[in-house]
């Protein structure tokens, strides 16, 4: 008797991720008890390490002698500030304060001092690129001025909004684009599974981009129009979150195809542990640990913050790298995704006896 093809075609097994079937329920319950405590005890490690004790250092400053002064009294200035202990200043020479102006608002500088031959002097600060990076300049100039028994004044050419506190709004902002996208993610991945076809792997795509539109829309909305924090930035906003919510949900959706469940406590790692005290917040990278301003920049929660900076405050100047970032985090959530998928696609395709074969064994 010959088997046809379609009577041997059989459905493909169901595919389990839970692993209480294979592990047993008690071992799974220890080791889901120790993952949840070193996920917490991450998390208070990396939030007071990166807080505990901020510190300036190599904040950049930019060094004016206004008219009157002898000549090369501006970089005697800047070599002074240089040498402090410590290096809380990273100072250069500039000509005149309107150029002081213009890099500051172009964000190669964080700060101004301007040295006036009757005093007091001038310190121009930037409180929208980080508060605490304003206020350890304030700190560090009245420990300077003192010891040279002068006065100095302080400017603040580019505030914060008066609905931004400490420049706090646009970080919570950034958080909660990045929280909606893995938590999507996350529950895709643990309801529904990883997609185990091409078709599949689109349409969850599909899903995750049309949800990064509408809450980084929705998210733009109530802090321009709602609370009026950011009125008059609604598009370019919209834009920027639609970026950060995709890059951490793909990304997160890619990592649940590579890994398994195990996609979940990586993306808390990665996003939560790692990148919210990176972030900085009110906190400017010249203030946490290295390490953190190292990477701060580079996890979608800190290219969030800064590419809100720049949106509102700075006329867009520093977007580029946020927005490298992001596109980063989706390239490699895409490729993590559709790679693993055809993978496992032609691993099935390779286990799975073909028809014809099993015709011919069976006749």
């Known amino acids: 008797m010959t088997i046809t093809a379609s009577e041997t075609t059989t459905p493909a097994p169901a595919h389990h991720d839970s692993p209480v079937p294979k592990y047993g329920a008690p071992k799974v319950m220890a080791a889901l008890v120790f993952g949840v405590l070193l996920l917490q005890l991450g998390f208070i490690l990396s939030y007071v390490a990166a807080f505990h004790q901020p510190t300036p250092r190599d904040i950049e400053i930019g060094v004016v002698a206004a008219a009157g002064l002898p000549a090369g009294t501006d970089q005697q200035v800047a070599d002074r500030l240089g040498a402090i202990d410590g290096r809380p200043l990273r100072a250069r020479v500039v000509s005149d304060t309107a150029e002081a102006r213009r890099l500051l608002h ?35 100039f009245t420990q300077v001025e003192n010891s040279q028994g002068r006065e100095f004044t302080v ?26 996208g893995y938590l999507l993610a996350a529950a895709i991945g643990l309801f529904i599974g990883a997609p185990r076809t ?33 009125a008059g930035h609604w598009f370019p906003l919209w834009l920027l979150g639609t970026g950060v919510v995709f890059g951490t949900a793909v990304f997160t959706l890619g990592l649940r195809a590579s890994v398994g469940i195990l996609a979940v406590p990586l993306a808390i790692a990665v996003f939560v542990i790692l990148g919210n005290p990176s972030a900085g917040g009110a906190f400017g990278s010249n203030v946490i640990p290295t390490f953190y301003a190292a990477i701060g920049r580079w996890i979608t929660p800190g290219a969030g913050t800064e590419g809100i900076r720049s949106i509102v405050y700075f006329d867009d100047a520093g977007l580029g790298q946020p927005a490298l970032a992001l596109a980063l985090y989706s390239a490699v959530g895409l490729g993590l995704l559709f790679g693993f998928t055809v993978r496992r696609l032609r691993k099935l395709e390779s286990t799975t006896p073909r028809s014809d074969v099993v015709s011919e064994d069976a006749s």
């Open 106 to 140: 172009d964000r190669e500088i964080q700060g101004a001092f301007v040295v006036n031959p009757a005093g007091p002097d001038t310190l121009i600060t930037a409180s929208a690129g980080g508060s605490s990076i304003s206020s350890a300049l304030e700190s560090v």
């Open 155 to 180: 400017r603040d050419e580019i505030p914060v909004g008066a609905h931004d506190n400490r420049g706090l709004s646009g970080f919570y902002l950034a958080i909660g684009w990045v929280v909606g």
């Open 198 to 230: 091409l078709r599949q792997a689109s349409a969850h795509t599909a899903v995750l981009f049309g949800y990064a539109l509408l809450s980084g829309a929705l998210g733009a909305l109530i802090t321009t129009h709602v609370l009026g924090t950011f």
